[in-house]
């Protein structure tokens, strides 16, 4: 059950539900067609079960459909789903995939698969201890987390402020900066 709940949280807010039934024919429509966002976007229908029955199975097909055609999204809803398994969806948990499918989503410019990668790199798991190459992907991320945290994600904030406490991702140690970026999270509730 946390892995559902896990996936739900990365869901979440990228999709409102305002889709509207002919909305979501014209989804599946531009999704048959190869469209990697229509694709995304019937995923996370299939997912949440709007306008359909809940179907797991039918979201990892669109998932793993709007990954293999470059959505930065679903490439990092690909790794989650490996790293952690996914039963209502009858995947199990696969390091090798997860791996391959957390660099597809950060070499696409996913800051959150950057910040996963670093970190892989950073402690030497599923690929060889890299401090550079950590901080390469590091200061990535950071860029990407700037550009969410501009348009008011307090996830983003928050991770910039771990930057800052940490002094990773080109940024120097500074924990007032660290600070401010905590209580500018948590002031704006998201």
Same mark, same amino acid.
């Given at each position: 059950m946390k892995v559902t709940s896990l996936i739900g949280l990365l869901c979440m807010n990228l999709m409102s539900s305002a889709f509207a039934a002919d909305d979501f024919q014209a989804a599946l429509k531009k999704a048959g067609q190869g469209n990697a966002q229509a694709q995304y976007d019937v995923a996370v229908i299939f997912f949440k079960g709007e306008?359909?029955?809940? &179907?797991?199975?039918? *979201?990892?097909? @669109?998932y793993r459909k *709007?990954?293999?055609?470059?959505?930065?999204?679903?490439?990092?809803?690909?790794?989650?789903?490996?790293? @952690?398994? @996914?039963?209502?969806?009858q995947l199990p948990k696969d390091g090798v995939q997860a791996f391959v499918w957390l660099k597809k *989503?950060? &070499? !696409?410019?996913?800051? =959150? *698969?950057? &910040?996963?990668?670093? $970190?892989?790199?950073?402690? $030497?798991? #599923?690929?060889?201890?890299n401090p550079q190459e950590a901080e390469k992907w590091y =200061?990535?991320?950071?860029? $990407?987390? #700037?550009k969410l945290a501009d348009q008011g994600n307090g996830w983003a904030m928050? #991770?910039?402020?771990?930057?800052?406490? !940490?002094?990773?991702?080109?940024?120097?140690?500074?924990?007032?900066?660290?600070?401010k970026w905590y209580f500018t999270e948590l002031r704006t509730g998201s």
């Open positions: 306008l359909v029955k809940e &179907d797991h199975i039918e *979201a990892l097909k @669109w *709007a990954a293999e055609n470059g959505h930065a999204e679903a490439q990092f809803n690909m790794f989650s789903f490996f790293q @952690w398994g @996914w039963e209502r969806a *989503a950060a &070499d !696409n410019n996913h800051p =959150s *698969a950057q &910040d996963w990668l670093a $970190g892989f790199y950073e402690r $030497g798991e #599923r690929v060889e201890k =200061s990535k991320a950071v860029v $990407g987390f #700037r928050s #991770r910039i402020g771990y930057y800052y406490e !940490n002094g990773i991702g080109g940024l120097e140690k500074n924990l007032e900066e660290a600070e």
